[in-house]
């Protein structure tokens, strides 16, 4: 139960029973999430259970439920869209409204599945993805959106900044849709991380990085995707982006930081300034077929394994930042 960063308790509760149209999920593996310690963010919902980049075991099923069966090793989406609404015929998925239940926190040994995502946001796991590799299956499936969205492709130049999970995910994506990569983070591991992931170029983000592209006759990256929400990193993005390329917000900054856009520059050079929060159906399996096929590895990005526990540690790290990459709770360890 998180209160916010530096309270995280364990309680107990009776084991939940699934109703009609739902199934009770014993929850193997669930990673934290970068949004998970964002407490502008998570506060106003708080106390609450969080964890929503999970796999599990189905261990029981309601009523109705015949899609599946108890021993099933499945993913569950954190929501789901309706699939009718001008949103979702548009492929926006993320905006769409009318479907509001969510997945119960994935930090708990079980956790009941509503039927609304029994029904749209349950998939079975491949054979070849473990438990802990589905915890990678949302965070993918965002960035696939979002390198879709601003059109990445084979010959593409594209800049990360920020080297942590979403940033060497963007990485490993881009190489793989044979790309050349640029990656930026200040911390010296993750640049190491970022250069075993397959990017081509590696800088410190201190550094006076345009000058540094010019002197190593480096091209401006057509796409610059920005995964950490820190000023600087924003100030880099509008440095470096060739002309008729495109600028997308993968993280942001808190809501007290006002991000100025020089629009006059920008407005000559037909720079697109894009945002992507989530993913759609589409997303996550594409996501899981890049895992089940190994062309997206992730099992060296793992740097921690808790059992519940000692989640307060991973909060801990994840919050520093320095020192890990994916931090995954094992709750029934």
């Known amino acids: 139960m998180w209160y916010n960063n530096s309270d995280i308790r364990i309680e107990e509760t009776p084991l939940p029973r699934p109703g009609a149209g739902e199934i009770l999920i014993k929850v193997m593996s669930c990673g934290i999430c970068g ?7 998570r506060l106003p919902n708080a106390p609450l259970v ?9 261990m029981a099923c309601g009523e109705g439920v015949d899609a599946f069966a108890t021993g099933d090793r499945v ?10 609404c001008t949103y979702c015929e ?3 998925f993320p905006l769409c409204t009318e479907v509001k239940e969510r997945l119960p926190g994935g930090f708990s040994q079980a956790l009941v599945v509503p039927e609304t995502l029994v029904k749209n946001g349950v998939y079975r796991l491949p054979e070849k993805v473990t438990y802990d590799q589905s915890t990678f299956i949302e965070p993918l499936a965002c960035v696939v959106r979002a390198q879709r969205l601003t059109r990445v492709e084979k010959g593409s130049t ?25 990656a930026l983070d200040i911390n010296p591991a993750k640049i190491e991380m970022a250069r075993r992931s397959g990017a081509d170029f590696c800088l410190n983000a201190v550094e006076n990085v345009p000058e540094k592209l010019t002197d190593q006759g480096i091209r401006k990256p057509d796409v610059v995707i920005l995964c950490v929400g820190v000023m600087a990193a924003v100030e880099t993005a509008w440095a470096c982006v060739e002309k008729g390329g495109a600028v997308v917000f993968f993280a942001v900054p808190s809501p007290d930081k006002r991000v100025v856009i020089p629009i006059n520059d920008l407005w000559t050079k037909e720079v697109r300034v ?7 159906p589409p997303d996550i399996v594409d996501a899981m077929e890049h895992l089940d096929s190994g062309r997206i590895s992730v099992d060296e990005m793992i740097t921690h394994r808790f059992c519940l526990e000692d ?3 991973g909060f801990r790290l994840v919050c520093d930042g320095r020192e890990s990459i994916k931090v995954i709770i094992r709750p029934n360890e």
């Not at 594209?158 to 640029?182: F, N, Q, Y």
């Not at 894009?274 to 759609?280: E, I, K, M, Q, V």
């Open 311 to 313: 989640i307060a540690e």
């Open 35 to 41: 949004s998970d310690v964002v407490e502008w963010y």
């Open 158 to 182: 594209v800049m990360v900044i920020g080297c942590g999970m979403s940033g060497l995910l963007h990485v490993k994506l881009a190489k793989s849709r044979l790309c050349t990569v640029i």
């Open 274 to 280: 894009l945002t992507s929060y989530y993913c759609g």
């Open 90 to 92: 548009r492929k926006q």
């Open 50 to 58: 969080p964890g929503h980049e999970m796999g599990g075991e189905v």
């Open 75 to 84: 993913f569950v989406a954190p929501k789901v869209p309706c699939n009718q």
